[in-house]
């Protein structure tokens, strides 16, 4: 059974690294070790766990079905073991974070910054940036991400939502007549952010949804920009509240509409399976949790 149990955990460590080669360098073993302890397993199990080609690795749907429980008893060993380490110790190490580039002008900095005062002993590398990156091959610890999640073998924590407002430039609205439904606007100028496709759904309680397809005259990768963009009045652009509430508070832009919602997108924390549960990325997801909750 302890054969089992370590063949079990050097097969969920290759799944996660996504070679031998990889799996071995973290295990501190050679390619042929765990290439044979991963074959001796599906030998006694008596089926394939993984396929193998020159280029890659695939995971059978029985191998899929022992990663998940390979996870939970990797997990359940590592939590033992950090509550002993960690108990009574202070946060130390490196942690590096990627998140969107907007969310540089939002709360969830004062949330990092908070962090970062109450555990001076952690390093933190922190990357804002509209380039996605990979969390396993990136070797990234914790992945900020903003929309809608997709289904992965990656962990993954939902933060909160995030409102969007439809605005424009007091100046760019002013020869226009006044909108009465988001129907009037599919013809005006809008700003598009790539590779999001612009088919906005508007909602109101007690009225049908109205859907539109309208032309961009702007596209950019980058909200902060379009809500720049939208400020010098080039057109109408879908951003974070976060991003307008100020000056839309001032009178300088306009929430159009604003008996109209859009969809939230949801800001999620994402992170490597086999992280530690009681571990650095594990504290630093529960800050972040807990920051949101009390605001």
């Known amino acids: ?126 990357d804002f940036s509209d380039t996605r990156r990979e969390v396993i091959g990136d070797g990234i610890d914790v992945a ?32 226009r007549p006044t909108p009465r439904s988001p129907a009037d606007l599919e013809d005006w100028d809008w700003l598009e952010l790539s590779p999001v496709k612009l088919k906005p759904v508007f909602e109101r309680p007690g009225w049908r949804s109205v859907s539109l397809k309208p032309r961009s005259s702007l596209s950019v990768n980058d909200a902060h920009a379009i809500y720049r963009f939208a400020k010098a009045g080039v057109g109408l652009g879908i951003v974070p509240d976060f991003l307008a509430a100020s000056d839309v508070a001032a009178g300088t832009m306009i929430h159009i509409l604003p008996d109209w919602h859009l969809e939230a997108v949801g800001v999620y924390a994402v992170w490597p399976p086999n992280a530690p549960r009681q571990g650095l990325t594990a504290s630093f997801v529960d800050a972040l949790t807990t920051f949101r909750a009390a605001g």
């Not at 900020?144 to 997709?150: A, D, N, Q, S």
Request: aromatic residues 6%; proline residues 3%.
């Open 1 to 126: 059974m302890l054969d089992q149990l370590r063949q079990i955990a050097i097969f969920a460590k290759t799944v996660d690294h996504g070679s031998f080669r990889a799996a071995a360098r973290a295990l501190g073993l050679s390619p042929s070790v765990v290439s044979h302890h991963v074959a001796q397993l599906e030998e006694r199990l008596g089926t394939a766990l993984l396929y193998r080609s020159t280029r890659k690795l695939s995971v059978t749907d029985d191998g899929r079905r022992l990663l998940a429980r390979a996870h939970e008893m990797i997990e359940a060993a590592e939590m033992g073991l950090d509550e002993i380490a960690h108990r009574g110790r202070q946060l130390s190490g490196e942690l590096t974070v990627t998140f969107p580039a907007v969310l540089a002008h939002s709360e969830l900095v004062d949330c990092v910054a908070a962090f970062s005062n109450a555990h001076p002993n952690v390093r933190l590398s922190l």
């Open 144 to 175: 900020i991400r903003m929309g809608w999640l997709k289904d992965s073998s990656l962990k993954a924590r939902k933060l909160y939502d995030v409102q969007r407002w439809l605005v424009a430039s007091a100046a760019y609205l002013d020869p």
